[in-house]
C-alpha cells in the first residue's frame, strides 16, 4: 500500500474537495455568483439612471409650462395633463420619421394647451380689475358668467379637437343658486323688501297676502331656484365628471374679455378715418370707392376676430357721424334699411329655432325670417331671436360665438362698406358744394367741372315729366290710367298730367291708340319695333328739348338743393300721386317689412293711397286691408 506524505494528502483533499463542490455544493458557486451579478447591475443600474435622468430632462425640456400665478382650477388640471402628455412621448416606439411626427405632434400640442392656459389665466386676471367696464359686445349672460369665473365658481377641462390636439377650457356652470335678498321689491305699505324676508313672513304666517310686487319677484326666485336645483342634479356624469351639456364652455379664442380691444378698435377707427375724415383735396374727394371695396377692407379687418372680441365689433359705432346706429343693433332692432342683412349667401333669408312648451317639453320649430310665422311672433320674441343669432346662442342657453361668425363678418363688412361710402358722399358733397361744383342728379356723377345749371333744369323738366307720366303706369296691369268712359285705349290721366306740367307744348292725342304726337314727332306706345321704357325715354328727352322753362321756373330750378334725394326733389316725384293716385303696388320684397298700426309686422303687397304732409308719412293699405303709416325710406327703400 503506498503511503502518502503530508502534502499529498493536502492535495488529495483539495482535489476531493474541488470535486464535491462541483457536483455537491452549488450554494457556495451560486452565492458567488450572484454577487458578482449584483455588483455588475449596480453598475449597469448606475449607467441607467443617468440615461433616464438625460431622457426625463429631455423631455422636461421639451414640455412648456405655464408661467405667472396658476388658480387652484388649473393647477389641479396641469397635474394630471402635463404627466399624461409626457408619458405619450416617452411611450412613442421606434425611432423612425413616423415615431419623430408623432413626439413632435404630442409636444406641439400640449405646448399650444400651456399657450391657451397662460392666455386664460391673463384673461381672467384683466377682467378682474374693477376699473373696466363691460364693453358694447356684452349682454347680461355673458357678464352673468364672468361674473362666476371671477368668483371662482368654474372647472377646467380637457378636450380633444378632431386630429387629437388638446385645449383648455373653461366650463361655468350654466346656473347660480339664487340668493333671496338680490330679489328686491316694494311690499303693499311702500317699503323696500327681499324674498328672503319674504319667506322668513310666510312660515310665520303661510296666509300672508302677497303684493303684486311681491308675488312676482317670488315666483321669479323660485322658478331661478328650480332652474338651479335641476342643473344641480343633472351637473355631473355618473363617473363623476362634470356634465358638458350643463357647462358653458369658454376656450383662450372664445373666452370674452370685459373690455373692448382697444387696438382692434383703433384699426377700425383708422379704417374710416382714412376713407372719410382724412379726405382733403379734390382728388382725394373725387375718388369715392364703390360700397364693395369699402366692404372688403372690412372684412379684411374683421376676418380675423373671434368670439366676444367680435361681438364687440359688431355692436360698436366707429363712423362719426353722431348717430349710435351699430350693425348689431340695427340687426336685432330691426331698423336698418337694408333686407339683405337677414339673408345668407344663397340669397335666403335665415332660419332660427324657436323653443316653445308643450305639456310641459320643449318642442322646437325652425322660424323663417320674414315668413308668416315670424310675422306673427311678437316684437319681443323677434328681437331675442335676433340676438341669439348674432351672439351665437343655442336653444340650451349656451353660447358659441363662432356659430354664425362667418355670416355676421361678411354682414357686418357690407354694412360697413355702405356706411363708409354714404359718409364719404356726405364729405365730398359738403366739400364740392362749398366751391359750386357740385349736383347729383342721381347719374353717379355729381361733381361739375364747371357749373350745375344747365344739371338742374334739365332734372327739373325730368321731374316734372316723371310726375305727369312715372314709368310704373307702362304696366299692362296699369293701362296707361285709363278715364272711366274714355273711348281711348288708355293715356286719358297722363294727358291730362301731361298738359298741365307743361301748357305750352301742343301735345296731340290721336284716337284709336297708345299715341302722343308733339309737331311731327310721333311716340307709339303700341309699337313693336322699340320698347314701351324706350318710347318713354324718347318722349322724356324730346320734351326736355323743346320746353322752355319759363322765369319763375328757372328761379324754382336753380334755387331747388343740390341733390335729388332731398326733400324738395322728392316732394315733385310725390306730386305723381296727385295725377295717379290709385293702382300703385310694390311687390313682396321692394320694401322693408315694417310695424304696422296694429302692432303686426306688414309684410305682402301693399296698396300705396298717397303722401300726408302732415305726418310725413305714406298712408297704405294692406292686404288684409288694414291702413298703416310709413316712412318713406321704409316704404320705398331704393327711391321713390
Request: proline share 3%.
Amino acid at each position: 500500500m503506498a503511503q502518502f506524505g503530508k502534502a499529498d494528502v493536502g492535495l488529495i483533499k483539495a482535489t476531493a474537495g474541488a470535486e464535491q463542490s462541483k457536483f455537491v455544493d452549488s450554494n457556495l458557486t451560486t452565492g458567488m455568483a450572484i454577487s458578482g451579478l449584483v455588483d455588475e447591475l449596480n453598475k449597469k443600474a448606475a449607467v441607467q439612471a443617468g440615461i433616464q435622468a438625460s431622457i426625463q430632462k429631455d423631455i422636461d425640456d421639451k414640455f412648456d409650462v405655464p408661467t405667472g400665478n396658476l388658480s387652484k382650477q388649473f393647477t389641479d388640471n396641469l397635474a394630471k395633463f402635463l404627466p399624461g402628455e409626457k408619458n405619450k412621448y416617452a411611450n412613442v416606439k421606434g425611432g423612425g420619421i413616423l415615431a419623430q411626427n408623432e413626439q413632435n405632434n404630442i409636444v406641439n400640442g400640449s405646448n399650444n394647451y400651456m399657450v391657451g392656459v397662460s392666455s386664460i389665466m391673463g384673461k381672467i386676471q384683466t377682467n378682474g380689475d374693477k376699473n373696466i367696464s363691460n364693453g358694447p359686445g356684452h349682454d347680461p349672460k355673458t357678464s352673468q358668467y364672468l361674473d362666476q369665473i371671477d368668483a371662482g365658481d368654474y372647472e377646467v377641462v380637457t378636450t380633444y379637437n378632431n386630429k387629437g390636439e388638446p385645449q383648455a377650457n373653461v366650463a361655468v356652470p350654466l346656473y347660480v343658486d339664487p340668493k333671496g335678498s338680490e330679489f328686491t321689491f316694494t311690499d303693499a305699505q311702500g317699503a323696500a323688501g327681499n324674498v328672503d324676508d319674504l319667506i322668513a313672513k310666510l312660515k310665520q304666517d303661510p296666509d300672508y297676502e302677497m303684493s303684486t310686487d311681491e308675488q312676482k319677484e317670488y315666483d321669479a326666485y323660485m322658478t331661478a331656484d328650480k332652474k338651479f336645483n335641476d342643473w344641480k342634479a343633472n351637473s355631473k356624469l355618473p363617473n363623476g365628471e362634470i356634465n358638458p351639456a350643463m357647462y358653458q364652455y369658454y376656450n383662450d379664442t372664445t373666452f370674452p374679455l370685459r373690455e373692448a380691444n382697444s387696438d382692434q378698435a383703433g384699426q377700425e377707427v383708422a379704417i374710416y378715418n382714412e376713407n372719410v375724415s382724412l379726405l382733403k383735396n379734390d382728388a382725394d374727394h373725387k375718388a369715392i370707392l364703390d360700397a364693395s371695396l369699402y366692404k372688403d377692407q372690412w372684412f379684411g379687418q374683421v376676418e380675423k376676430y373671434s368670439g366676444v372680441d367680435l361681438q364687440h365689433t359688431l355692436f360698436n359705432d366707429v363712423s362719426r357721424d353722431k348717430i349710435d346706429n351699430s350693425y348689431g343693433d340695427l340687426f336685432v332692432n330691426q331698423t336698418g334699411k337694408d333686407p339683405d342683412m337677414y339673408k345668407n349667401a344663397d340669397g335666403e333669408f335665415i332660419t332660427m329655432m324657436l323653443i316653445t312648451q308643450q305639456d310641459g317639453e320643449d318642442v322646437p320649430k325652425n322660424i323663417q325670417y320674414g315668413s308668416d310665422d315670424w310675422t306673427e311672433l311678437g316684437e319681443s320674441v323677434q328681437k331675442k331671436l335676433l340676438q341669439m343669432h348674432i351672439k351665437g346662442e343655442g336653444s340650451d342657453g349656451k353660447y358659441n360665438p363662432e356659430k354664425n361668425s362667418d355670416f355676421h363678418k361678411n354682414g357686418y363688412a357690407r354694412f360697413m362698406g355702405n356706411v363708409t361710402r354714404d359718409a364719404a358722399l356726405l364729405k365730398q358733397r359738403e366739400y364740392f358744394e362749398n366751391k359750386g361744383m357740385y349736383f347729383d342728379n342721381g347719374d353717379g356723377n355729381p361733381v361739375n367741372e364747371t357749373t350745375t345749371e344747365n344739371r338742374k333744369q334739365q332734372a327739373y323738366t325730368y321731374h316734372k315729366f316723371d310726375a305727369a307720366f312715372p314709368e310704373r303706369l307702362l304696366s299692362d296691369e296699369m293701362g296707361f290710367g285709363n278715364v272711366e268712359g274714355d273711348g281711348r285705349v288708355g293715356l286719358g290721366k297722363i294727358e291730362l298730367a301731361l298738359k298741365e306740367e307743361f301748357p305750352d307744348i301742343g301735345f296731340e292725342f290721336p284716337s284709336g291708340g297708345n299715341i302722343i304726337k308733339i309737331g311731327e314727332e310721333v311716340f307709339d306706345f303700341s309699337s313693336t319695333d322699340i320698347s314701351k321704357k324706350q318710347q318713354l325715354k324718347r318722349l322724356k328727352d324730346h320734351i326736355h328739348k323743346v320746353n322752355k322753362l319759363n322765369e319763375i321756373e328757372e328761379t324754382k330750378a336753380q334755387d331747388m338743393s343740390n341733390s335729388v334725394k332731398d326733400e324738395d326733389w322728392k316732394k315733385m316725384r310725390r306730386k305723381g300721386f296727385n295725377y295717379h293716385p290709385r293702382g300703385q303696388k310694390t311687390s313682396d320684397g321692394e320694401y322693408l317689412q315694417f310695424e304696422g298700426s296694429d302692432g303686426n309686422l306688414v309684410t305682402g303687397d301693399l296698396q300705396v293711397n298717397g303722401y300726408n304732409e302732415e305726418t310725413k308719412m305714406w298712408e297704405v293699405t294692406d292686404t288684409n286691408g288694414v291702413t298703416h303709416e310709413v316712412d318713406e325710406d321704409t316704404l320705398y327703400p331704393k327711391g321713390i
